[in-house]
């Protein structure tokens, strides 16, 4: 199908958007909480039809799975986003210039965002939610596995909004055929950005069909690096944390670094995983360390495929280093720049990590898990950006914004 129409009613509408009260979007979230949580049976049944197609073993089945505290949970998200003050309409600047002129800068919405995004509905309320409230008009291409329980989301959500007399256009579904997909990411006049939620291959094969601006988001290949001045307690319940709170997500521990002198804590360390079952891809070294130690069905040889890998599963691989600039090096190797950590008392090798990892988040004695917009007191997320340009790490309501100039005169013309 031809989705030029769909896009250029999605641009009408994002325009009126401009004409809102800050106040009528907040009712608009608010009631809209309010329905998922009264509708939440009907969401649930339909989630259900996705998560019968998928493998109850995918990684991807915890991603899509939706339960009434989920829904409970992104009601109070989009509560929280109501709560928030707008990114729209902020002066940024203000001058006035020796011939006269005033010149101010203000923050604008995009206009129309795209995001395409894989088996995660709870995406949907969250994407709309940041959109609606930064004044932008969104497009939503999500994937296959979740149609039945996006597409109920999406009708919710537009009848809410056609009962505050505000164009449903604001939000637009696409359905989920490869075609669609490629026409959103060549809807240059009507889209404005395309922001990719996913895997790398669904990132790569964004950033190398779009001919629109892209913000890459999702890719997460996360390292923590226990140093030789770590704290065992810590470095145990961080690492178990990190690995395992939920394994499918982009801020999950993919690999553990650990100083040549710290491996005899090794299996001090891992021990917590296998409550979990979590299979370790070990270097050399470490196989040594472990093997006897930790379970044998779950521990393996690593290879090079074992580094560099963002698992989203109960794996994790481990490698050794002989000290910390190798660990920064192993980093700056494989890393997606997308959150990274030390494990150390040390406070002059914190301080080193920290100017010296080049990553969107870089932590230290603490887990990864909280590179999430919500745990760092922006509200809901759009994605977390590993790239470096307009947006990075966490992208909230302000990165949702642009800006523009505004020029005020009393006549004045430039002399040649």
Known sequence: MDCTPIFREVQKAGRKLNLIDDAIINRVLIDIADTAEVNYAIILAENARDLSR???SDPRYDRLKLTEERIKGIAAEMRNIASLPSPVGRLLSD??????LKIRKISV?????????????????DVFSLCLKSGNACVLKGGSDAICSNTTIVKMIREVLSNHQIDENVLTLLPSGREETIQLLNARGYVDLIIPRGGQNLINFVRENATIPVIETG???CHTYFDEFGDREKGREIVFNAKTRRVSVCNALDCLIINN???PDLGYITAPMTEKNVIIYADKKAFRVLN???PSGLLRRATSESFGTEFLDYIMAVKTVSGFDEALEHIATYSSKHSEAIITENMERIEMFQKMVDASAVYSNT????TDGAEFGLGAEIGISTQKLHARGPMALEELASFKWIVEGTGQVRSA
């Open 367 to 370: 887990s990864t898990a909280f």
């Open 219 to 221: 890719a997460g290949v």
């Open 261 to 263: 002198k710290r491996l």
């Open 292 to 294: 006897g130690v930790y």
């Open 95 to 100: 001058t006035v210039r020796p011939n006269g």
């Open 54 to 56: 998928m493998d109850n």
């Open 109 to 125: 919405p995009f206009g129309v965002i795209g995001i395409i995004y894989e088996a995660r509905p709870n995406v949907t309320f």
